[in-house]
């Protein structure tokens, strides 16, 4: 669900836990908290088709129950579509990069072609945001695998029907982190493109990267034997 | 496991979110305006014959835990064919951008614009929140003065506390109803009904006709007003034969049968209040003086223990809140408080769930209280209200309780683990002198004196929080006078100096005040008259929003708009704040019953003066205050001599039912 911050989801979630009545552990401790670790999530104001989290547990359950179960507790908008018992490794490290879209607005893709060829022609394009320790300027284009320009389509529902340019990227998890927000204000950087709608960004897929530099499912070292929700 | 998140709820057809959607990445926190709570309930337009918005006049994370719009909301969708959605005020960055964009005042549930709808209720338990009723209104696209509206547009109610004067806002308003909400929505409800069927003969006139003839719905325009040549008002009248001459409050008897919510809200959004809310009580009978909600909500009227178990044991499975609170004026005072407490840590015990009592009353707050509350290893705030720091100040209010009550109960909390517990007090109150403020100094200093000598620790705190008292209508204190600003002012520098003036003490009271300002203006709204919508209006006009936030709200905004608006009445902000009232001046509530007398109000004025004390009808004889048989109403309390059985613990996980393994 867009606008929904990650505050928001991981309260909505560990709500969610009680109410299905999952057996989470809780963290030892004056003010004990449910063992959920969260793998990059996605930040406010962007849709996602694929955000991933580990919670420990007290008790085996059956992933299939745990999944229908969540999905069951968790608000429409907010779907569990799978869940296996993980078999060591940890989540985080096999987020390694995610796949991203970007719906632009009013944007003529032909201008958006010419902005996206000057940043993959840069070797280096700086930006600069707020982190929690204050601004920080750092490289957006190292970790942009590939980024390219789809065939536009209709305008997203609603939206008034004129042009809509869509950009699809694979961006490798960095620290600090790249976000689509950063390679638009690349794109602002080195071609002054300057969309006068906000964009609509979705995060489509995360995982390990394969050889020919596609997103693998980050799960599939679990799956042997799982049952799949 | 993936928790994947884009599944657009579907759209309904008369819905503005294709024209939303798009401004809000351009707002703070857009959340608040997506709907979408669990607990939420969006049903289909036409299908319904009677269409409520329900509004709270404040920002969503304020208004969303709102009981009183909670139960209406789901009193009102339970019926098969109506319909009710709710709507919060916007912010500023919002409201800008609606209006560039022609955005309508919307509800979250299925973004319908309120202009739409047949009735929309606004909820006020606070003055404040007037001009977030204009933003809304016009934002609607409604006129701003009743007297403007066609039959295109909703009736407007307004409901809560503040309806109980509902005379500032009479231009804009279409009705008011006093007290309880959960039965007069459903008489509402069933007016427009009727009145639909037939085909709406005689258009909005003859609907709000017959909502002013039950009684118990009070339409400002079927009123006349006139004034005396020195500002008073001479007396208010029915402009229309067989509207009544008073419009009676309402009272929802035997809370069990109306355990509402059973189903509360749980936003994605950080509100307010996290927690399931259960009313243990309504109404109160220890008849401070200076409260206009135990005064207007008599008589006491107990929910049973087991229909509070219940509803927490249904609340929280519906929910998954870890939190419980116990509401009510003064929820210690319940007959049967201590099982409840006990009965519920026990079915709780071994999970996180805790439990809070919002507002206790010192006297009533005990060992055996404290330990129930803080069983799970959870200590919530703990809150103490005073309210005057000398005896003396404290008879003339009519809060009984003595300073060694006081110590010892704050003791008593920090012997059981509380490091930290906050004093409420009120400055300005009728007959206050600076020694009376002065004196709560001396009380801070020694709560912490003793509770450092009971647990031998430094580390226990208390806070002083203080704020200007506002006269309330149908109070004994509504013919008193405020104190100006500046007394106020004064008063808590001088205070705050003598909470300082010992250094070691000091550092452990931390102090909070509300200053005199803010008080002023809500004294204005509290007991104004029909004159004082001008002001509103004004203040409105000149971009007045949110005035329950310091960070919004001007002083000086308020005071400019009354010296333009008022002189042209003869009257001006003092008049209606600082002068004190006459026994036979005709107060512009008078014609509205919240059932008390108004003798017996002035009787209890009077003893206030000469400091006399007035017991509580629950365990005294009834002292006449005229609720009960000009209501029809009686004390309904416990105990029941029933206790909370253990739960049986749940195993394993709740899956939805037909769901496929
Ligand atoms: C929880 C609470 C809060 C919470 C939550 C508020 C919220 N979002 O709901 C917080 C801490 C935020 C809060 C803040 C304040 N509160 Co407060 N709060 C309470 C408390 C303890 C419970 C309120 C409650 O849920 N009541 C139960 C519900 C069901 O009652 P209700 O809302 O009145 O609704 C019923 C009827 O009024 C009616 N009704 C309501 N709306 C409508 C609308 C229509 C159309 C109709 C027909 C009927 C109708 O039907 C409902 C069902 O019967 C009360 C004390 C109490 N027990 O009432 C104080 C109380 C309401 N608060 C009070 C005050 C003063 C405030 C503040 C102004 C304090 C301050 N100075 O900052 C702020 C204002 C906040 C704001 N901007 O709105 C006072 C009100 C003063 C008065 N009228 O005498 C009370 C009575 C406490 C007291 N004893 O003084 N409060
Ligand atoms: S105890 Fe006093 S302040 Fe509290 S509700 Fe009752 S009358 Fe009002």
Known sequence: MRFTSHRDFARAFERALRRAGVPVAFSQGFTPHPKISYASAAPTGVASEAEYLEIGLRAEVDPGELRAALDAALSPGLDVLDAVVATGGSLADRIEASRWRI??????????????????????????????????????????????????????????????AILEMVV?????????????????AVADLEPPVPPRVIRLAQGTVTAQGAIADPLEADRDGATIG | MSAPSTTPRPTAANSVWPRLEPLLPQVTKPIQYVGGELGAVVKDWDAATVRWALMYPDAYEVGLPNQGVQILYEVLNELPDVLAERTYAVWPDLETLMRAHGVPQFTVDAHRSVRDFDVFGVSFSTELGYTNLLTAIDLAGIPLLAADRTDADP???????????????????????LGDGEEAVLEITQIVREW????????????????????????????????????????????????????????????DAWPYPKKPLVPLAETVHE???????????????????????????????????????????????????????????????????????????????????????????????????????????????????????????????SKEDLIRTVVTAYTNGWRQVKLYFMCGLPTETDEDVLEIADMAHEVIRAGRAATGSKDIRCTVSIGGFVPKPHTPFQWASMSSPEVIDNRLKLLKQAINSDR?????????????????????????????????????????RFDGWSEHFSYQRWVDAAAEVLPSFGVDLDWYTTRERTELEVLP????????????????????????????????????????????????????????????????????????Q
């Open chain 1, 103 to 164: 719906e632009l607005p009013e944007v003529d893709p032909a201008v958006l072609e010419r902005a996206v060829s000057a940043f993959l022609a840069a070797d280096e394009v700086r930006v600069e945001r707020m982190t929690k320790q204050g601004r920080r300027a750092f490289d957006a284009r190292a970790a942009v695998m590939s980024i390219d320009v789809l065939p536009a389509v209709d305008p997203p529902s609603g939206a008034p029907a004129v042009s809509c």
């Open chain 1, 172 to 188: 490798r998890q960095v620290t600090p982190s790249v976000r689509p927000d950063d390679v638009l204000s690349g794109l602002r």
């Open chain 2, 155 to 177: 009736v407007i109610v307004a409901g809560g506390h503040a309806a109980f004067n509902p005379e500032p806002i009479a231009d804009f308003v279409d009705a008011a109803v």
């Open chain 2, 196 to 255: 639909k069927a037939e085909g709406s003969p005689g258009g909005r006139d003859e609907l709000l006709l017959r909502l002013a003839r039950t009684e118990s719905v009070y339409v400002p325009r079927f009123y006349d007003v006139d004034y005396l040549p020195d500002g008073r008002i001479q007396r208010v009248v029915p402009n229309r034969p067989d509207v009544p001459f008073r419009v009676h409050k309402r009272t929802t008897m035997d809370l």
């Open chain 2, 275 to 401: 927690r399931y809310a259960v009313e243990i009580f309504r109404g109160c009978t220890r008849g401070c003086r200076f409260c206009q909600a135990g005064m207007i909500t008599r008589p006491v009227r107990e929910r049973s223990i087991t229909t509070v178990g219940q509803m927490v044991k249904e609340g929280l499975e519906f929910s998954g809140f870890h939190e419980v609170g116990l509401l009510s004026l003064s929820s210690a005072d319940h007959s049967e408080i201590g099982d409840m407490c006990s009965g519920l840590a026990e079915q709780y015990a071994g999970t996180n769930v805790s439990l809070s009592l919002p507002s206790t009353r010192v006297d009533a707050f005990n060992i055996d209280l404290a330990q129930e509350l803080s069983r799970n290893g959870r200590r919530t705030g703990l809150t103490f209200a005073p309210e005057g720091g000398s005896e003396r100040i404290r008879k003339v209010i009519n809060k009984m309780v």
């Open chain 2, 504 to 544: 070691s003490l000091g550092r452990a009271i931390g102090f909070r005040y509300h200053d005199g300002e803010p008080s002023l203006i809500e004294g204005l709204l509290s007991r104004g008259d029909r004159r004082v919508g001008a002001v509103i209006r004004k203040v409105w006009e000149n971009g007045g």
């Open chain 2, 589 to 660: 509530w008078d014609h509205l019953d919240s059932g008390l007398d108004k003798d017996w109000l002035w009787q209890d004025w009077q003893d206030s003066l000469s400091e006399y004390e007035q017991d509580d009808c629950r365990w005294t004889p009834c002292f006449d205050c005229g609720v009960c048989p000009s209501m029809d109403t009686e004390i309904q309390i416990g105990p029941t001599g029933r206790k909370l059985l253990p739960l049986t613990p749940v195993n394993g996980m709740k899956l939805p039912t037909g769901a496929q």
